[in-house]
């Protein structure tokens, strides 16, 4: 106990920092259910609105964060862009009044450093984006971003229509652990909405 007592006095001493990954909740699950469905309804009225069982993963994430992100991965056409593009950032302003950019993983090349100093990140697509080069150095932006995120405990918010295996295949074992450790990960799976 010795040891601890001295580590929290050296820290407040020296104005070390510690990674302190903010709970949130939008609300109970009932109230997060009607809220996602109506910002689902909002965000593209030409859609029919299917509520999908993976819908309900995102809902119990909404009211309760435990202070991690969220990972949509899995099939197309299922609504993962329309939450992760539109409703969220929605949501985040009118419930918590934080203003969420999200961006296409297409733009992430010029935007890193932007997003590594957000507390929450919005990409959509994540795995769809080409490697950047710098100077001859080739990588892709979003490993820097995890990177970021997890030094910042920044929020991150992502969709992509890869398995965790094309994930690994794409980036490396790292940004996968990083990933699991800072997302609640959602599977969707099944036919497209959009046919």
């Keep these: 106990m010795q040891l601890v007592d001295t580590l929290t006095e050296i820290k407040s001493s020296y104005g070390f920092k510690t990674r302190d ?16 469905r109506e910002s689902l309804g ?22 309760g964060t435990k202070g991690k992100g969220l990972l949509l991965s899995g099939d197309c056409g299922r609504g993962k862009t329309n939450i992760i593009m539109f409703a969220l ?23 890193v450093e932007f997003l590594s100093k957000k507390k929450i990140i919005s990409i959509d697509e994540i795995g769809a984006e080409a490697v950047t080069s710098d100077y001859g150095s080739k990588y892709f932006p979003f490993m820097k971003v995890v ?42 799976e099944g036919k497209s909405l959009r046919s």
Aim: with cysteine; proline share 5%; glycine share 0%.
């Design 42 to 63: 909002l965000v593209d009225p030409t859609m029919k609105l299917r509520w999908l069982p993976e819908y309900e993963k995102v809902v119990e994430w909404m009211s």
């Design 21 to 36: 990954f903010e709970p949130i909740s939008f609300g109970n699950e009932e109230e997060c259910r009607d809220m996602l």
């Design 89 to 111: 950032p929605l949501l985040f302003l009118h419930k918590l009044r934080k203003v969420v950019k999200p961006i296409h993983v297409d733009n992430l090349h010029n935007s």
């Design 147 to 188: 990177n970021a995120a997890e030094m910042n405990a920044a929020m991150l918010l992502l969709s992509t229509n890869l398995s965790s295996d094309q994930l690994r295949s794409k980036y490396d074992e790292r940004t996968l652990d990083r990933l699991v450790r800072l997302c609640h990960v959602v599977k969707f």
